[in-house]
């Protein structure tokens, strides 16, 4: 089942932080973060596992927790690079769905001067 | 380290055509999936591969799509006969191995008309 993404969007001014979130109904194993600007390809951010393993990339984190079953995706101090659409991708407990990631609908970040 | 390469851009065709998309994976990466991403959605797994046998196909629409991976490599996914509802860009991707992170090639935009 697709993790439900909020907010849909963010209009962000350089330098201001905001939190995107991805909550699934499923137990979850891992949670992937992708970037992707229009008409390209979505970029690796982070994975993070159960655990409630904090990562970070550049000023851009994240964290996962596993009771609640969801993942927020922290962006500090936000540089105009940061604009682009934001995806979580879910993988619920292994089994026979290894590495099999269901996406979220995005959430659009624009980040203004 | 080359990128995932995908072949064609774009691709316009009239409903019942069809049509092939062509993948080559990253070197050396076992795990290899085909996307369906319609415009303003998150990718939609269709299939993943592990080396050359299918892990996991239950969203590709058998009745008209089909892919093969040959020796592990290359992958070719196709599309016959198309319909209005398969406008979409078709993104491969590859991976190391299940649950590593995934590379996405450029994708194909394909419009039917």
């Given at each position: 089942q697709q993790p439900v993404q909020s907010p849909q969007a963010v209009i962000l001014r350089e330098g201001e932080d905001a939190v995107i979130n991805c909550s699934s109904s499923k137990a979850l194993y891992s949670v992937h973060w992708y970037r992707q600007k229009h008409g390209e390809a979505p970029v690796f951010l982070m994975i993070l596992l159960k655990g409630g393993e904090q990562k970070g990339h550049e000023k851009i984190s994240a964290s996962f927790n596993e009771k609640k079953q969801q993942s927020s995706l922290y962006l500090t101090?936000?540089?105009?690079?940061?604009s682009g659409t934001y995806f979580c991708g879910t993988e619920v407990s292994p089994g026979d769905s290894w590495g099999k990631l269901q996406f979220g609908a995005g959430t659009q970040v624009v980040v203004t001067p | 380290e080359a990128g995932v390469a995908q072949s064609p851009r774009y691709k316009i065709i009239e409903k019942r055509q069809s049509v092939a998309f062509w993948c080559n994976p990253i070197s050396g990466h076992a795990t290899l999936y085909w996307y369906q991403q319609i415009l303003g959605q998150g990718p939609k797994l269709l299939i993943q591969f592990q080396n050359n046998g299918v892990v996991d196909d239950s969203q590709l629409p058998k009745d008209r799509f089909s892919a093969e991976r040959l020796k592990g490599v290359d992958s070719t996914l196709k599309i016959q006969p198309a319909k209005l509802e398969d406008s979409a860009v078709y993104l491969c991707a590859s991976s190391r191995d299940v649950t590593y992170e995934q590379y996405f090639g450029p994708g194909t935009r394909l419009t039917v008309t």
């Open positions: 101090a936000s540089q105009l690079s940061y | -």
